[in-house]
């Protein structure tokens, strides 16, 4: 049984860190102004410590350094354990359960493969899969819905459409 799992931005901080050691302070100002990483999510610099704090008890991550910071404090390093480097290729490789879901989760998973040079094409792939069978029981809904049911019904089967068809696009990019 798994008692701890992590967070969107818990993955996308090891993510980060995993590509490559990091303190807190980098990983803060690189999700801030990293264009594709700051379009994703914009996380306050208390945020990523809290997540540091947790991958860390979670024994994902682990400290490998200090060195001096700009203002005379010591900055931590962290580094992925063999757990947390794990986790990150299952995290980047496994599709979300729900459309909700696409526009953070989704898209980090997305951002961060790109950044380490994989191809989206087979996550986009599995993920239209997922989604197509959505949008048939969304459809579904539409025809049986009335009133305000009906609108959102419509509303959530046209929503997974045009991400399906974005994944579609995807995969022919």
């Not at 490559?20 to 980098?26: E, Y």
């Not at 959102?152 to 459409?161: D, G, N, P």
């Amino acid at each position: 049984m798994r008692l701890y799992s992590p967070s969107v931005l818990d993955h996308l901080v090891l993510s980060l860190i995993d590509e490559q050691p990091a303190h807190g302070f980098a990983i803060a100002k690189l999700l801030n102004t990293d264009e594709s990483l700051a379009a994703v999510m914009r996380v306050r610099r208390p945020l990523v410590y809290r997540s540091l704090k947790t991958l860390n008890d979670a024994e994902l991550i682990r400290a490998s350094k200090t060195e001096a910071g700009d203002q005379g404090s010591e900055r931590t390093v962290y580094r992925t354990t063999a757990r947390g480097s794990r986790e990150v290729t299952e995290w980047l490789d496994d599709v979300v359960a729900h459309p909700r879901d696409a526009r953070i989760e989704l898209l980090a998973k997305f951002v961060c493969r790109s950044r380490r040079g994989l191809s989206n094409i087979e996550l986009a792939r599995h993920q239209r899969e997922v989604f197509e069978n959505i949008a048939r029981q969304f459809d579904e809904g539409v025809d049986s819905a009335t009133g305000a049911a009906r609108l959102v019904a419509m509303w959530r089967h046209e929503s997974v459409s045009s991400m399906i068809a974005l994944l579609a696009r995807i995969e022919r990019d």
